[in-house]
C-alpha cells in the first residue's frame, strides 16, 4: 500500500524525505508541503508514516484489504511506545491494530556508517551483519550433512 500526504497536515519538516529509503518522498518547492513523487515505487516500509510528526502521512490500501471508501490511519505515540492503526471500511466497519514501535528508543539506531568495517573474512559468510550475535544466540542452527541424507531413499 504506497503512501499519500495530507497536504494540510503537513508542514513541510522533511522528515519523510530524509528517511525514504526509495528517494520518493519530495517537498513541493510551490506549496512546500511532502508529496510521493512515485507511488508505484513505494517500497511499503511506512518509515514516512512512522515518521512524520504531524500523523500526515496515509496508507493508499489496496483494494483486496481495504475497498474504494475506506481510511487506513496511523498513529505513532512515541511516549506510550505504540503504534496504532485503523481500518475503516466502507461499511462503517473499523479494524484497529496497536504494535510497539521497536524495542530500542527511537533515533538511537546506528547507520552503517557508523559501524566497524567488516573482516574481509566476513564476505565468504552466508550470515548477515552482526549475526549471530545482534540475534543473541552463539551459533545460527545449521543441518548436518547427515540430516540432509535423512529421507533420501
Ligand atoms: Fe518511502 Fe517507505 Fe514511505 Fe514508501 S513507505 S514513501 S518507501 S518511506
Ligand atoms: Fe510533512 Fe510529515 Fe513529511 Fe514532515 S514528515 S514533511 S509533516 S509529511
Known amino acids: 500500500m504506497p503512501t499519500f500526504v495530507y497536504m494540510t497536515r503537513c508542514d513541510g ?3 519523510c524525505v530524509d528517511i525514504c529509503p526509495s528517494n520518493i518522498m519530495h517537498i513541493d518547492t510551490t506549496y512546500r508541503r511532502a508529496y ?3 507511488p508505484s515505487m513505494c517500497w511499503e516500509c511506512y518509515s514516512c508514516v512512522k515518521a512524520c510528526p504531524q500523523n500526515a502521512i496515509d496508507c493508499r490500501g489496496y483494494a483486496d484489504f481495504a475497498p474504494m471508501g475506506h481510511s487506513v490511519r496511523v498513529l505513532r505515540e512515541p511516549e506510550k511506545g505504540t503504534i496504532s492503526w485503523k481500518i475503516k471500511f466502507r461499511n462503517g466497519h473499523e479494524k484497529n491494530f496497536e504494535s510497539p514501535i521497536r524495542t530500542t528508543p527511537w533515533g538511537s539506531i546506528k547507520s552503517a556508517s557508523e559501524y566497524a568495517a567488516p ?3 566476513a564476505f565468504k559468510s ?8 545482534a540475534l543473541n544466540i ?3 542452527p545449521a543441518l548436518t550433512p547427515d540430516q540432509l541424507k535423512q529421507g533420501v531413499v
Open 36 to 38: 510521493n513523487i512515485e
Open 119 to 121: 573482516n574481509p573474512d
Open 126 to 133: 552466508q550470515e548477515l551483519a552482526h549475526e549471530p550475535e
Open 138 to 140: 552463539d551459533k545460527l
Open 13 to 15: 519538516c522533511g522528515h
